[in-house]
């Protein structure tokens, strides 16, 4: 049985879906963790949005630095 030159790409491209489709759960996790932190530390923090690879991300900046 011959090789096809197409499976070398097609494994790339797997691996290039799987790994934006991971990405989104892990992001949305650690928004949430960076929410939750932030309140905790509202006198001295605030929650700052900025857009990244797989959508919003937030951040939870020291108000001396903004």
Known sequence: MKDSILYPYSAI???IVLGIA???PVQATLNGYESTQCKAKTYT???VSARGFWG???HCIDRRYL
């Open 13 to 15: 491209f797997f691996g």
């Open 22 to 24: 991971a990405g989104v």
């Open 56 to 58: 919003e991300a937030k």
């Open 45 to 47: 923090h605030q929650l």
